[in-house]
């Protein structure tokens, strides 16, 4: 549905946005191998997260509506006739975490998805997952995949892409097939999947390598900082790991809260998103904020279910420009498009770089970007890995295009607020992948 977008005269309110994406998926999917029911609170209301709970429905995980939330009871033993399909439809985390998971439990399942879902890559699940014994048999690296589930073997693996979705495949294969494994991650990523384990089940341990402060063997008198490792992470699920089953209460997703926040950075006002999930794997885009200029206030803070949250204030600000590499991309990996309409707001030039996972997401998020970012009429490069960005620049309203990406068509809604003169976009019904109310929540901020 083609979408009239008008530039708002003021921004200011108090939203509270869906329950996180990522921790509802994990929700719905732990319930297909836990030992008991789960209930969880604040559901999410996106497509995507259906998808994986009409997955986990699909092999037998009873879901009933119950007094503050959803009650999912697993079956005695999985169901699921001989070559099932599973459609996972647009979501790349249902595709890959329930690959892992039948990849170690014995069903014979496939799994296909929508055209997008159908170009992202699964070879980097494949492999790992063969390693182990798994029979997995995708379409050329892409869905539709055969997945044959087997018995696998203990698994030792260090993580050659920064993939929350990659070490939680495997996570789940290990826990389906009660084998033990060690993954150990260059870059940490989101650790919904651990503190998950961690609240609602067990044998799990993870170590974080800090820095450590040693004698300087160039001058004896120093001491400098290195890490112990070469990684920066590892996480040891023995074979006796298991998800006994409890309660999950989920935060809502800061990915989403970026948007409003976005909208209160580029006007110079103020946006509030109470219980906001603010898990420190996913908060680098607060820090991102409070770097270029923006004031960022953070209160009632709660954990619950291992996952903290709280109320969070952005105040717009005169915003500098800024440059974001390596670990600073991969925490903030999905919110780099509402980064990039905020970077042609700031004084200079934002370089992204090492973001070449966005080529790989819903859309290719880097030419997505870079051309809404030129109808615009800003100034963008795209790089192989990123994109540099000439900020201070008044952007014209345009007629932009979603790609049938989420966090384009919200990014981009967001930019046409700021924008002069009207603007339009040619689909929007992908917000409800992760947003549903997300134009509904934006009219509760705008003057
Ligand atoms: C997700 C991990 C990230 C992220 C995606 C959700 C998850 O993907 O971009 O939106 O829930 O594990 P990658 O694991 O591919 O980086």
Not at 46 to 61: F, H, I, Y
């Amino acid at each position: 549905m083609k979408r009239e977008l008008k530039p708002a005269r003021r921004i200011s309110g108090t939203i509270a946005v869906p329950g996180d994406k990522s921790v509802g998926h994990r929700a719905a999917l732990f319930s297909i191998l836990s030992k008991g029911p789960i209930t969880v609170k604040h559901f999410p209301d996106g497509a995507d997260v259906l998808t994986s709970l009409e997955a986990a429905k699909r092999l037998g995980v009873q879901v009933e509506q119950v007094d503050g939330g959803l009650k999912l009871t697993p079956p005695e033993r999985l169901q699921a006739d001989q070559d099932t399909i599973i459609d996972c439809g647009n979501s790349g985390t249902t595709a890959r975490l329930l690959a892992g998971i039948l990849a170690g439990s014995r069903l014979r399942v496939i799994l296909s998805g929508d055209e997008s879902l159908s170009r992202r890559p699964m070879k980097r699940i494949v492999d790992p997952l063969a390693a182990m014994g798994a029979e997995l048999f995708a379409t050329d690296g892409h869905l539709p995949m055969r997945v044959a589930g087997k018995k696998l073997l203990p698994f030792e693996y260090r993580m050659p892409v920064a993939s929350a979705q990659v070490k939680s495949s495997l996570m789940l294969a290990a826990l389906a097939s009660q084998c033990s494994i060690t993954l150990r991650e260059d870059h940490v990523t989101r650790d919904h999947t651990e503190l998950m384990l961690q609240a609602i089940g067990g044998g799990i341990t993870v170590r974080d390598i800090k820095p450590v402060l040693v004698q300087d063997p160039l001058d004896p008198r120093k001491k400098k900082s290195v890490l112990p490792e070469t990684f920066k992470k590892e996480i040891v699920l023995s074979a006796q790991a298991a998800i006994n089953g409890g309660e999950i209460d989920i935060p809502g997703d800061i990915s989403t809260a970026a948007f409003f926040f976005g909208a209160a950075a580029i006007t110079g006002e103020t946006v509030t998103v109470t219980n906001c999930g603010l898990n420190p794997t996913r908060t680098e885009f607060l820090d991102h904020l409070r770097a270029i200029g923006c004031q960022v206030m953070i209160e009632h803070k709660t954990t619950f279910s291992g996952e903290l949250r709280g109320s969070v204030t952005v105040t717009g600000g005169p915003l500098k420009s800024r440059k974001i590499s390596g670990d600073a991309t991969v925490g903030m990996i999905d919110e780099i498009p509402i980064v990039a309409v905020i970077a042609a707001f700031a004084e200079g030039t934002t370089i992204i770089r090492d973001a070449q996972e966005l080529r790989v997401k819903e859309s290719d998020r880097l030419a997505a970007i870079a051309e809404n970012l030129t109808r615009m009429g800003v100034k963008c490069g795209l790089l192989d890995d990123g994109l540099a960005i000439e900020g201070r620049q008044e952007l014209s309203g345009a007629d932009l295009v979603s790609f049938s990406d989420h966090r384009i068509a919200m990014a981009f809604s967001v930019a046409a607020l700021a924008a002069v003169g009207p603007s339009s976009m040619d689909d929007t019904s992908c917000v409800g992948i992760s947003c549903p109310g997300f134009y509904d929540l934006l009219l509760q901020i705008i003057a």
